[in-house]
């Protein structure tokens, strides 16, 4: 019985346009249509290994590691300055899943930067921040403030050294007053010294010592009169 035999199918053309628009390995600049564009290297169509991404809206531009479309690995983030229109460093550090994480230094405004751990984008863990008044905090942060033990350096030398909560002093702490030449020990509460004892401490070396010495303490029981400060502070913070 004769039959016909069918020529073999033609592929749609449009199959090897799908093959060509498939993004691996390292590709020209591809632009998006809001006008993003992007340099480097992929992996199953996503952003993936070395590139650098421009954002047309706000001209920041990054450049580093990428894993699957997100800033993951080492890189640098930097935008343009509003009226010289010259790039400037914003961060330069790790990154995890698009955020900052892991060790890396923040730049801001007016000559402030931080250098530190950083965790989901936060500053957590321990970090280094040098203010634009001259001062310099070091220690420890949780969620973006100082949060645990740190010192807190002033231009004049002063320091504070101590417990810290929600980037304030809080908890048993020293303030080093190194221009008059006296120590204060004690306990902090949101900002404020709730109790403690002020001595003299280097009066000789001060720059500007106290017209007088502190007097000696001629309480009776000044160790007894320090525990029931501390009850009482401890009773106010339930």
Known sequence: MPFAKCPPTAEPPWHERDRRAQKSGLRHTVYAANGDQYTGEWLDNRKHGKGTQIWKRTGAIYNGDWKFGKRDGYGSYSIPDPVTKEYKKVYTGWWKNDKKCGYGTRFYAGGEYYEGEWRGGLRSGWGRLYRRDGSIYEGQWLGDQPCGQGMLRLPNENRY?????????????????????????????????????????????????????????????????????????DDSQK
């Not at 009776?220 to 502070?233: I, K, Y």
Request: net charge negative; no cysteine.
């Open 161 to 233: 050294e101590g417990g810290w909560k929600d980037g304030k002093k809080h908890g048993p702490g020293k303030f080093f007053y190194l221009d008059t030449g006296q120590l204060f020990e004690g306990v902090w509460a949101a900002d404020i010294p709730k109790y403690g004892i002020m001595i003299d401490f280097g009066r000789d070396e001060a720059p500007t010592p106290t017209q007088y010495p502190i007097p000696k303490i001629e309480l009776a029981d000044p160790d007894g009169v320090l525990e029931e400060a501390q009850a009482m502070f």
